[in-house]
């Protein structure tokens, strides 16, 4: 067998797990292992994060719609006919003669 082949034997077999130097191997398959732990979970949080924001981002597009909506209603209900229309429902009409203006003079 090459010595390429036999190398590759050995790590399938897991002998380098288990030889003389397999302290410092350990360590540094523990590290690798909570390297990947700390990816996976930095992944999630990100996932859970980008939820957020789109959900965020949705119900902030239907706050915009109703403010929307509602500034149109309030424009309506704010001319002048639609004020008197509902006066006119309530007895209240506007007046035909035109406000005089009163001037009070005070003598010293």
Do not use: C
């Given at each position: ?64 719609s109703q403010f929307v909506a509602t500034r149109s209603d309030l424009m309506k209900l704010k001319m002048d ?28």
């Amino acid at each position: 067998m090459s010595k390429v082949k036999q190398t590759v034997y050995n790590i399938l077999k897991g002998k380098f797990l288990v030889n003389e130097d397999a302290q410092k191997n350990w360590g540094f398959l523990l590290f690798l292992t909570g390297l990947a732990l700390f990816v996976i979970t930095s992944s999630h949080q990100i996932d859970k994060k980008v939820q957020k924001i789109a959900a965020l981002n949705k119900e902030k597009r239907e706050l915009r719609s109703q403010f929307v909506a509602t500034r149109s209603d309030l424009m309506k209900l704010k001319m002048d006919s639609s004020i008197s229309r509902r006066l006119a429902e309530n007895g209240l009409f506007a007046s035909q003669t035109p406000p005089q203006k009163i001037i009070v003079r005070i003598k010293k």
